[in-house]
């Protein structure tokens, strides 16, 4: 049923008439079959034990999860598009004052290296992190000099699995279990010195309980700083529903314990 006029005056009307409609005790035309226990803790997550886990080089999950501690109350995260966006969006708890900005428009993978410049700009009194992936960078990472030229307290997170992880792991879907070499770093990409060679105070992680010092050190810091964060790059992100309609496409499912021949 298309409803034609202006958004906020047909959603007020709307929930005028769904207020009426409980206060009157009509009953609903439709309800929820089951309904599912409140899970908490590390259990309502895919995964769960990733979050925890002491694995060297630290897990997208488990870093995310040490993050969580010491990102003050009042952050503006930024996450840019790709395999890391997944992770941020399923395993980074946002709390009520902190802001989550995220270019879903047309989900241009880059955004995030440049957009928290602005923001840092426009409200210098709040902390900025933008976590992005290192194919991000890749594409707009150049823009932290400006951030260095006119010192702008940014901290950029870069997730480095040395690949186009979405699409790696998209396309083992597709491809018999068999990631696209073509996606992955030949050589790998020193993100942290590449930062410190523009200007930018630099720091490596790679292991479970390393990030919360780190950030701290971020935080103290009046300018810009980038944190290069090593994981494990065959840890896949949180695809859902994606990885269904992409493993429709063939007649059978790649099994997940398949080597990496590529």
């Known amino acids: ?26 009953t609903p035309a439709s309800v929820w079959e089951k309904e599912e226990p409140l899970v908490r803790g590390h259990q309502r997550y895919i995964e769960p034990g990733l979050r925890i886990s002491e694995q060297f080089p630290v897990t997208p999950q ?37 802001r989550f900005i995220i270019n879903l428009g047309f989900g241009s993978m880059g955004h995030g290296t ?15 992190v933008a976590i992005i992936g290192d194919a991000c960078f890749m594409m707009n990472g150049m823009e932290i000099i400006t ?15 040395q690949m186009h992880g979405i699409t790696w792991h998209g396309s083992r879907l597709v491809g018999k279990g068999l990631g696209l070499s073509s996606v992955k770093n030949k050589r790998p990409l020193p993100i942290a010195k590449m930062a410190e060679a523009m200007g930018l105070r630099s720091y490596m992680v790679d292991r479970a309980g390393q990030i919360q010092d780190v950030m701290r050190a971020a935080l103290a810091y009046p300018g810009p700083t980038l944190i290069e964060v090593l994981v494990d790059p065959y840890i896949p ?8 309609s992409i493993a429709g496409f063939i007649s059978s499912r790649p099994s997940p314990n398949a080597e990496d021949k590529s």
């Open 1 to 26: 049923m298309p409803l034609v006029g202006d958004a906020q005056t047909i959603l007020t009307e709307l929930v005028y008439h769904v207020h009426r409609l409980i206060r009157d005790g009509v």
């Open 62 to 98: 488990r870093w995310r999860c040490d993050l969580e501690e010491v990102l003050p109350n009042d952050t503006i995260i930024f996450s840019d598009i790709g395999g890391h966006m997944l992770f941020n969006v399923h395993n980074l708890c946002i709390k009520d004052d902190q």
């Open 114 to 128: 440049v957009a928290p410049i602005g923001a840092a700009l426009a409200v210098p009194d709040r902390p900025i």
């Open 147 to 161: 951030a260095a030229e006119e010192n702008i307290p940014v901290i950029w997170i870069v997730e480095n699995n």
């Open 237 to 244: 992100p949180p695809l859902g529903d994606r990885a269904r």
